[in-house]
T-cell receptor, first 115, second 113 residues
Framework: DTEVTQTPKHLVMGMTNKKSLKCEQH?????MYWYKQKAKKPPELMFV???????INESVPSRFSPECPNSSLLNLHLHALQPEDSALYLC??????????????FGSGTRLTVV | KNQVEQSPQSLIILEGKNCTLQ??????????LRWYKQDTGRGPVSLTI?????NTKSNRRYTATLDADTKQSSLHITASQLSDSASYIC????????????FGGGTRLMVKP
């Protein structure tokens, strides 16, 4: 299995809703990432988990809450989002460590719309 | 500051024609360079990955080159197909803990019949 699977593919939520994005990989990767991508822009790093521990938080607002329950799963919990948070949310995985990113793989993304 | 610049920003070509996309980077210390293809609303898919010692790498109709001295890379697409219409993103990885990636702004390619 060489894929990163993200669910759901599309999500529409209100500003008062609570929802979660899920990401799963079975490649044995121990680093997992969340990115946010706006239209016609490159992906922006949000969070990095290394060995199931949060290692990087790129000053993301607290309405985004990541969780890594085990080495294969990564969640992004959403609460009280704003319309400007509408974007494509990408999950990725790789091996951690310097220069060990040859297997860096992206999921297909979740298209999030906040209304 | 690590940066990756791509040109052109957008390109329109006719089906069957060839094209070349450019990438210049100032990422240090350099680890590797990737070209990704991204269809609208989908995640990036890796086309090639090259390390410092590699000059050329091919994947079907895609050929990437790397000049580590001038810090330039190119992606050549041969005999373009309608399905090649997508954004092509150059991504450079720095040899630091965390495998931080620096993304280029992408080239949006449209192949017309």
């Amino acid at each position: 299995d060489t894929e990163v699977t993200q669910t759901p593919k599309h999500l529409v939520m209100g500003m008062t809703n609570k929802k979660s994005l899920k990401c799963e990989q079975h490649m044995g990767h121990r680093a997992m990432y969340w990115y946010k991508q706006k239209a016609k822009k490159p992906p922006e790093l949000m969070f990095v988990y290394s060995y199931e521990k949060l290692s990087i938080n790129e000053s993301v607002p607290s309405r985004f809450s990541p969780e890594c329950p085990n080495s294969s799963l990564l969640n992004l919990h959403l609460h009280a989002l704003q319309p400007e948070d509408s974007a494509l949310y990408l999950c990725a995985s790789s091996q951690p460590g310097t220069g060990a990113d040859y297997g860096y793989t992206f999921g297909s993304g979740t298209r999030l719309t906040v209304v | 500051k690590n940066q990756v610049e791509q040109s052109p920003q957008s390109l329109i070509i006719l089906e069957g024609k060839n094209c070349t996309l450019q990438c210049n980077y100032t990422v240090s210390p350099f680890s590797n360079l990737r070209w990704y293809k991204q269809d609208t609303g989908r995640g990036p898919v890796s086309l090639t990955i090259m390390t410092f010692s590699e000059n050329t790498k091919s994947n079907r109709r895609y050929t990437a080159t790397l000049d580590a001295d001038t810090k330039q890379s190119s992606l050549h697409i041969t005999a373009s197909q309608l399905s090649d219409s997508a954004s092509y993103i150059c991504v450079v990885s720095a040899l630091v803990a965390g495998n931080m990636l620096t993304f280029g702004g992408g080239t949006r390619l449209m192949v017309k019949p």
